[in-house]
């Protein structure tokens, strides 16, 4: 199993935001997390990365344990993230951004491989590479986002809400390149709102509220909108 | 006002601002990357000038100046990285570090200074001067000293400009500066950062050191009026922007060099302060600050 989050408890301060919950992800498989905004899900996926320290559990990736790894030691076995929105380097270019996703270890002597790939993926980025990021535009910036962590060659990718706040046609766009990722065949954990992208994408499906796994899907089990809807809500009208 | 007397306002407002900007630029690293302000910054101006005097003076171990400022210059580099393993790192963590290491700095720089005084007596001391003479521009004597440090100095911050522009490690360096935690999930090893940032620094405020002690007297106190200048121009300048420091730096030197010449050497740091005043009042994120 390349990711085994184990009964971690996580949090900031004294505020303890995930109760130990446990998730997997096997090889190739590509799954989703959803449920309500501040519930834990980012808290999770930094946790995953070491940017946060666990209170308790354990956390494998590979077989090897990465509770107490630092961010970069984690970054460094290709388990990588592309955070959450408005998180770039603002007063640095397109081009300087993506070669900062491949600092790490090995993904550097291929960041030139990794840089066409990522303009394949996404053209606007080729033609914006000398802007600045704090010019971009949301989807642009997340595309970015989602090109660093590429760039940093993951075995295992964390995208978290890259569809966030967009216009649905941007949406579409970044949709699609994700699935064009998937498709390679990466390890994914996708956090997001939108369950049609989540369902279009993953095999499986996690459902965290107050910190807890508070239903998951099996794989090849169909879960339709209509469930989604009365987990967020407790009961929907048909 | 007569040619000679421009030319001289001139080259001392250059002077100055050449110091404060190589000053000015660590200070503004040190801000950019770990939002705290280095109090002892001008005690490592001092040091470096007092490490090159010792090396190369005839009363120290008399190596010759060249070998005295390499060894000053890797000696502060060394300096920096040991200030910021004592005084800041300690405490880097803790909630309000910020101020703390603004108490940990300025006791650092208390002690380091008396400790000068202690090892170094309290005698006044003068560096070599690295070129000796003078040209004359514009029927005006300059020293070549005086030259060197206005040619020298923007090679310097061009090299520095071009280090974080060019190199991995710059990268590194600025992505730290704008976003901590993407530079962390990025990779970048940001504790390796921090004492790089301090050797940097340091071996920027030796720079200076060196050259002021050239110019006039080594004393355990003459990191304090640089240090306060330095203050002056990052503010001025927009907190954490190195071409808004270094534009920041020469503009503060030359209206210094003019208030001197039209208010006198005691009145010329109120002008400074009203004109940082004005600044703050009118855009007080600084010449070229960011908003953020």
């Known amino acids: ?238 | 006002m007569s040619v000679d007397t421009l030319v001289a306002i001139l080259v001392s407002g250059f002077v100055a601002g050449s110091l404060y900007a190589l000053m000015a630029s660590g200070l503004s690293l040190v801000w950019g990357t770990l939002r705290m302000f280095n109090f002892a910054h001008g005690t490592l101006l001092m040091l470096g000038a007092y490490a090159a005097w010792y090396f190369s003076d005839s009363k120290g171990l008399d190596l010759g100046l060249s070998v005295g400022i390499l060894v000053a210059l890797i000696l502060l580099a060394l300096g920096g990285i040991l200030l910021y393993a004592l005084l800041v790192r300690p405490f880097i963590a803790r909630p309000g570090a910020d101020l703390v290491v603004i108490i940990t700095t300025l006791a650092g720089a208390s002690f380091l200074q008396n400790s000068a005084q202690e090892v170094f007596g309290p005698r006044y001391k003068q560096l070599d001067r690295v070129v000796k003479g003078q040209v004359e521009i514009l029927n005006t004597a300059i020293g070549l000293q005086e030259l060197l440090i206005i040619i020298l100095t923007p090679i310097v911050l061009l090299l520095l400009a071009l280090f974080l522009k060019r190199t991995k490690l710059g990268l590194a360096i600025r992505a730290v500066e704008q976003n901590h935690d993407s530079a962390l999930l990025a990779g970048v090893n940001v504790g390796r950062i921090y004492p790089l940032i301090f050797a940097v620094s340091a071996m920027l405020a030796a720079l200076a050191g060196i050259m002021l002690g050239g110019l006039f007297f080594i004393t355990p106190v003459m990191g304090s009026d640089p240090l306060l200048r330095a203050f002056i121009v990052v503010v001025f300048g927009g907190l954490g922007s190195l071409p808004g420091t270094i534009v920041g730096a020469y503009v503060i030197g030359i209206i210094e060099a003019i208030a001197v010449f039209v208010v006198g050497l005691y009145w010329a740091p109120v002008v400074l302060f009203i004109v940082l005043i004005l600044v703050m009042i009118l855009r007080p994120t600084g010449l070229m600050g960011g908003k953020e």
């Open chain 1, 1 to 238: 199993m390349p990711l085994n989050v184990d009964r971690v408890s996580a949090g900031y301060g004294k505020v303890v935001v995930l109760h130990d919950i446990s998730i997997v992800v096997g090889q190739g498989e590509r799954v989703g997390l959803f449920g309500p905004n501040g519930h834990g899900k980012t808290t999770l996926l930094r946790a995953i990365s070491g940017l946060i320290r666990p209170s308790s559990g354990s956390i494998t990736f590979d077989g090897a344990p990465i509770t107490t790894l630092s961010p970069r030691e984690i970054v460094d076995r290709g388990l990588v993230q592309s955070p959450q929105g408005n998180t770039l380097f603002p007063r640095m270019t397109v081009l300087e951004n993506l070669t900062l996703g491949a600092y790490a270890g090995h993904a550097w002597s291929q960041r030139r491989e990794s840089l066409e790939r990522v303009f394949a993926l996404f053209p606007k980025l080729a033609q914006r590479q000398g802007q600045l990021a704090r010019t971009l535009s949301g989807g642009e910036r997340q595309m970015v986002s989602i090109g660093m962590a590429l760039m940093g060659k993951p075995s295992l990718l964390m995208l978290d809400e890259p569809t966030l706040g967009l216009a649905p046609k941007i949406k579409d766009e970044l949709a699609e390149a994700i699935s064009a990722i998937a498709a390679t065949g990466v390890t994914m954990l996708i956090v997001d709102q939108d369950i049609e992208l989540l369902l279009g994408v993953c095999q499986r499906l996690y459902y965290i509220e107050n910190g807890r796994v508070s239903l998951e899907t099996r794989e090849g089990e169909r879960i339709d909108r209509q469930q989604i809807l009365e987990m967020y809500f407790g009961t929907a009208p048909r």
